[in-house]
């Protein structure tokens, strides 16, 4: 077993440090203030070939792999959460029509995604369908060749700026997954609007928006998979994106762990560095030990899904872990910076209020631990 980073992991991870340098960490704070979408650096990602990091190169695609992309998440976390968010989200929409769609799908859309032209969300969550994802109401009612869509959807991600939609509706009445397909839908489809924009605690440059279809008409051609493959899809990409926001976590938790510990280097009280004081000392090995934790679990989830092994537990392990662990960092390095801690001019104040939302979305915390203890106990009536 080896832990360090191969010559090409080691490329890639200084790439995307160097592009978060200059690219991203100088406006990550204006950014935020602003709840701007910086579509343009989506742009510059995709000359870096990060919009299809699980996607194979016939389709304009890097496919890094897992990995890797743990890597390039941690790296552009460090400067602005919402960024890597965003690009986690269009990576797993490039990734699922790369992986279930038809070859017309993949030549179609893909190779468009992956170079960047367009911008992907993905839309599991509804208001009444959370946690419960299964019991999504909006509705996709075969006709001939097409299929009408009425109901909404919440939480979108990337809402009102992407291009295309991977979207979950049900084709059969009743309950449960079984009847979940999944949909690509365009923007600008008729009967296709958006709802309102979530105001946040935190990740403002990163837009949750609402999606309403009334009767909304997409081709049979827009399915991905077969009729009642959905929910299917959304877990398996799911896989992927649990193990993107522990990367993510990582990121956000280095980056605050980097800040506190110089500023306890410098910031003097009683006559002395407040380094010097166990207290601080204490709490900034803990923000070390838990991150150093949280990237190895990171990192084991990915190979596993890299080498096509079973990686649902270990997805969730390390993205309940990592995000868990980023909340206490921030938390911990804002109150190693006291007051400076708490206004905007450090940027742990940020850190804190973004990463919060970690332990929320990909599937809460409370179910990642019911998928990990399920995969343990097997499912117990
Ligand atoms: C900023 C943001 C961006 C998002 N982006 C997307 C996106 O791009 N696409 C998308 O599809 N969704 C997205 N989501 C939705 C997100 O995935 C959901 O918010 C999440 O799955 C939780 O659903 P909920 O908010 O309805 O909470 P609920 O399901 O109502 O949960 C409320 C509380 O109850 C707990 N709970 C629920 N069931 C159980 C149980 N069985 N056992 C123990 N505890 C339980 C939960 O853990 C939580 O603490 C986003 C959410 C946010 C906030």
Known sequence: MKFDLDE??????????????????????????????????????????????????????????????????????????????????HNMVTGSIARFGN?????????????????????????????????????????????????????????????????M?????????????CFVMEKGTPGFSFGKQERKMGLHSSPTRELLFEQCEIPVTNRIGAEGQGFKIALSSLDGGRINIGAVAVGVAQAAFEVASNYAKERQQFGHPIGIFQGIQFLLADMAMKIEASRLLVYQAAYK?????????????????????????TTNAVQVLGGAGYVRDYPVERYMRDVKVAQIFEGTNQIQRIVIARTLLGNLR
């Open 8 to 89: 090409e992991q080691t490329e890639i991870r200084d790439i995307v440090r160097r592009f978060t340098a200059q690219e991203i960490a100088p406006h990550a704070e204006s950014w935020d203030e602003l709840s701007y979408f910086p579509r343009e650096i989506y742009i510059k990602m995709a000359e870096l070939g990060l919009m299809g990091m699980t996607t194979p190169e016939t389709y304009g695609g890097s496919m890094l792999g897992r990995l890797a992309g743990a890597l390039v998440y941690e790296e552009l976390a460090k400067g602005e959460m919402a960024t890597a968010v965003g690009l986690s989200v």
């Open 103 to 167: 070859e017309e799908q993949r030549q179609h859309w893909v190779s468009q995604l992956a170079t960047g032209k367009l911008l992907g969300a993905f839309s599991l969550s509804e208001v009444s369908a959370g946690s419960d994802a299964a019991s999504l109401q909006c509705h996709a009612d075969r006709r001939d060749d097409h299929y009408i869509l009425n109901g909404s959807k919440a939480w979108v991600t990337n809402g009102g700026e992407a291009d295309i939609y991977l979207l």
């Open 169 to 181: 509706a049900r084709t059969s009445n009743g309950v449960g997954s079984a009847g979940i397909s």
């Open 305 to 329: 899904l890299d080498e096509g092994q079973s990686a649902g537990m270990y997805a969730s392990m390390a993205k309940c872990f990592a995000t868990d662990a980023a909340m206490e960092v």
